[in-house]
């Protein structure tokens, strides 16, 4: 259930029509972000590495061409034989070579390459999700500096107006200086708040512009939420969502699964090695290899399967399979450690949001008092039935609980999205965000 907070009566609405609302906001801020398109690349590099892997199953063709230079022609020692290798030889091959075996390196790398685009995807996701919050966060923090320079502008209109009347009343004796003089002291101190909130207000549109990459000093005018949904999960129900839908937990869970395969790849060395290669040869005394003087067969063909097994490297192999475990050892603790970081953060995101709903709640019913407060003082100063002193009192006190509310409001949308980004929500489909 969506609820409306309470607008406090008065000049805090906009006067300029809104050019943006949340979620063109965080759908440019998905598409202008640097590290989203750096997360994609990384993601296409996967993908070229898990194709290219997917090449070492298929055998290789090559081809070669020689030209040989010798002192002299090399005859045979049987007269009869003739010329063995003649003084000029061009030589043309072409091979192809097959991979039969290679201690199951190959699977493994595809294995392993398959993992790590499913990798790419999900720190993509990651980083969206993290875009999404960063843009609510500086969409918000925008309202509630418009917001707050509304009511440093309304403070001191009232203190304006009340030191009007305040000069009055004292030029024609029915005041002592001392008040005139409280109220212009108050009027400065509003002033100065004034100037804060008007540069707080151009820091958070200059934060908002950078989101998007747009010029620093370009307009805007967001549209505003008064809205909100309250809490309606339980910590522990939110607790369990984090630990299904965390994006991290995948990739914690995607990094041991690698490091396991790499333990494997590890072991390539304790088998050896098959492959077979075909290979047709052309001879020539000339460029075009096509015979000559000395060459007796100029074209032939051969077929070659090779085994090769490095039996003895001197502990080597064994020396890396064990770094590897160490590796695989550390992922697993890294996801725990991962696991327990989450919980904490989970529960102080559901803790913050909590209390600015609450806080919400508690101001929204001291607004209508603080305001008719601020009237009735303000009807008896006139009357003389009250002091300049019971006048800004009742001034300040409205210029606080609307302070106090527009920080819960905007504060409690902040800590709801860090709420859904502690949870693992939204979850971003990276297809219909590109």
């Not at 398109?37 to 070492?56: G, N």
Request: with cysteine; hydrophobic share 40%; aromatic share 8%.
């Amino acid at each position: 259930m969506w609820l409306t907070a309470a607008m406090p009566a008065g000049g805090d609405e906009t006067a300029a029509s809104p050019d943006m609302d949340l979620d063109r906001t965080v759908a440019l801020a998905l598409q202008a972000n640097l590290s989203a398109r750096i997360s994609s690349q990384r993601t296409r590099a996967a993908d070229a590495v898990l194709k290219s892997r997917r090449t070492e199953f298929l055998p290789t063709f090559s081809a070669e061409y020689n030209y040989t230079r010798n002192d002299e022609p090399r005859f045979s020692v049987i007269p009869t034989l003739g010329v063995v290798q003649p003084e000029e030889q061009y030589a043309f091959v072409t091979s192809v070579t097959q991979p039969l075996f290679t201690g199951f390196a190959l699977t493994n790398q595809h294995q392993l390459a398959e993992m790590g685009l499913d990798a790419a995807r999900l720190n993509e996701a990651l980083v969206r999700r993290d875009i999404v919050f960063e843009a609510k966060r500086v969409y918000f923090l925008l309202l509630k500096a418009q917001k707050l320079n509304v009511v440093a502008e309304e403070a001191v209109t009232m203190l304006e107006a009340q030191t009007e009347v305040a000069a009055n009343y004292h030029e024609v004796g029915m005041t002592p200086l001392n008040d005139l003089l409280k109220t212009k002291v108050e009027l400065a101190n509003a002033r100065q708040d004034l100037v804060a909130a008007q540069n707080n207000l151009e820091i958070s549109r200059a934060d908002f512009n950078l989101l998007l990459r747009q010029p620093i000093g370009t307009s805007v005018t967001p549209a505003d939420i008064l809205d909100y949904a309250p809490l309606s999960r339980s910590l522990a129900e939110c607790l369990e969502t984090a630990e299904k839908d965390r994006v991290e937990v995948a990739v914690a869970g995607l990094e041991i699964q690698i490091r396991e395969k790499e333990v494997s790849l590890a072991k390539k060395d304790y088998y050896p090695t098959v492959q077979v290669q075909g290979n047709y040869y052309k001879l020539g005394t000339d460029w075009q290899v096509d015979g000559g003087e000395g060459i007796s067969d100029s074209s032939f063909w051969d077929v070659q399967a090779q085994a090769r097994w490095d039996f003895w490297q001197w502990g080597k192999t064994g020396y890396g399979v064990a770094e590897k475990k160490s590796r695989l050892t550390e992922a697993r603790l890294n996801r725990t450690d991962l696991q327990d970081k989450i919980q904490r953060e989970v529960k102080q995101a559901w803790l913050k949001a909590d209390e600015f709903e609450k806080n919400i709640v508690t101001v929204q019913s001291a607004i209508e008092q603080a305001r008719e407060g601020f009237r009735i003082s303000e009807a008896l100063f006139k009357e003389q039935m009250a002091t300049s002193t019971d006048v800004l009192d009742a001034r300040t006190q409205l210029s606080e609980t609307m302070t106090r509310y527009y920080n819960a409001l905007y504060d409690f949308q902040i800590a709801a999205a860090a709420l859904d980004r502690a949870m693992g929500k939204p979850s971003i489909d990276i297809a219909e965000a590109q």
